[in-house]
């Protein structure tokens, strides 16, 4: 069984690592802001849900060490906090005219939508002539 005390201050230890406060460290492992207070003050234990976002979002942490505090911290080459996965997308986005069909360097390829389950629906361009 864990200990949860232990594991809060594991958990102060990786936000303290990676230079985060609770509120950056809840978006980058998309739970909500309060779980992060919640384990933290010792009101909530870590759920498995939340365990599992937090291996996700830092790979190169070792998991055995998350759980029982045995080994090292980092089990991998550290991942830069800027190349960690993160709910967001950087895309670059360029001005576009009001006529498409002005610039054929510009013509619609394809569109694809993303969802937040993960999952994605790509439009070709015959379904957008």
Not at 87 to 115: C, G, L, M, W
Request: glycine share 6%.
């Amino acid at each position: 069984m864990m200990n949860t005390d232990d594991f809060r201050a594991r958990l102060s230890k990786i936000m303290s690592y990676y230079g985060l406060s609770a509120s950056a460290f809840a978006e980058l492992i998309q739970v909500q802001k309060s779980s992060i207070s919640h384990v933290l003050s010792g009101r909530n234990k870590p759920s498995l849900d939340f365990i599992l976002k937090l291996n996700a979002a830092f790979p190169d942490l070792s998991l055995y060490w998350l759980l029982n505090g045995v080994g090292e911290m980092i089990s991998i080459t550290p991942t830069p906090i800027s190349s960690a996965p993160t709910t967001k997308t950087n895309i670059q986005h360029t001005e576009t005219k009001n006529d498409p069909e002005a610039d054929s360097s510009k013509a619609i390829e394809r569109i694809v939508i993303f969802y937040k389950d993960g999952t994605f629906g790509s439009y070709g361009d015959k379904l957008l002539k």
